[in-house]
């Protein structure tokens, strides 16, 4: 079983506010990512990192940052939380062939 | 990373046999199949990988024929439990990004 971590699980925000989602792996693994997920619908990868100081957009805009100092962390930063952030984001790793999610974090922004 | 097309939903009732296929005509030489199961707000999690002929688990079986143009997931006497949404996957190359398609919708009815 794979050991990656997210928190908050669950975050009510209002507009406006400065978020900050992490995740964290003990595996070491290079590849990470980050997924927006609606409920019910696909996944979308919103931003990758293949290892420290490397982070990559994904095909879906975003107006989130990511930032990978350490191997183990990859966390999301939303500056300005809007209502249309409000989401399931899954962060995951890789090693190989094989993807490790996390258990999600869902925010909502009132 | 190989496009994939798979049905958008499948319906079955209980205790019978699902065949999921996924299409990958433009698959690469060095490519796996990886298929991924992802129920209501969690992240996917990993069912099955394969190369060619025929891979079986405890959970599925996967058949790759001989020009591996496209695979079938094989979920024996399905249960309830097996509703969820199940992704298909091709592609090793470990610099490109994982871009997961809309999946196919499995519901199992009693």
Not at chain 1, 27 to 40: I, N, R, S
Not at chain 1, 53 to 66: F, M
Not at chain 2, 11 to 25: A, F, K, L, P, R
Not at chain 2, 75 to 94: E, F, I, K, N
Request: charged residues 15%; proline residues 5%.
């Amino acid at each position: 079983e794979a050991d990656i971590y997210q928190t908050p699980r669950y975050l009510v925000i209002g507009t406006g506010k400065k978020i900050t989602l992490e995740c964290s792996q003990t595996m070491g693994h290079d590849k990470m990512y980050w997924y927006q997920q609606d409920p019910g619908m696909e996944l979308h990868l919103i931003h990758y990192s293949y290892g420290v100081n490397s982070t990559e957009k994904g095909d879906l805009s975003s107006e989130s940052t990511v930032s990978r100092i350490r191997t183990e962390h990859f966390p999301l930063t939303l500056e300005s939380a809007r209502p249309s952030h409000t989401s399931q984001y899954l962060c995951a790793s890789r090693s190989g062939n094989t993807i490790y999610f996390g258990e999600g974090s869902w925010l909502t922004v009132v | 990373l190989a496009k994939t097309t798979q049905p958008i939903s499948m319906d079955s009732y209980e205790g019978q046999e699902v065949n999921i296929t996924c299409s990958h005509n433009n698959i690469a030489t060095n490519d796996y199949i990886t298929w991924y199961q992802q129920f209501p707000s969690q992240g996917p999690r990993f069912i099955i990988q394969g190369y060619k002929t025929k891979v079986t688990n405890e959970v599925a079986s996967l058949f790759i024929p001989a020009d591996r143009k496209s695979s079938t997931l094989s979920l024996p006497r399905v249960s309830l439990s097996d509703t969820a949404v199940y992704y298909c996957l091709v592609g090793v190359a470990l610099d490109t990004p994982l871009v997961f398609g809309k999946g196919t919708r499995l519901s199992v009815i009693a």
